[in-house]
């Protein structure tokens, strides 16, 4: 369910790009999970803008 809230729908020809761009989905709801388990909670668009800058 996590996954449905932002995930990056590319759509592309390739078909190993879908498979990239769903790991890199999955390896991103995680390592959240991880992260709240650590340090209490925060929102799941709030932790991907941290990650990604």
Do not use: C, E
């Not at 769903?22 to 959240?32: E, H, K, M, P, T």
């Amino acid at each position: 369910m996590l996954r449905s809230l932002y995930a990056m729908n590319r759509k592309s020809v390739k078909w190993w790009h879908r498979i990239f761009w769903g790991l890199l989905d999955i390896a991103f709801v995680n390592s959240y999970v991880a992260y709240q388990s650590m340090h209490g909670r925060m929102p799941l668009w709030q932790y991907r803008r941290k990650v990604t800058i």
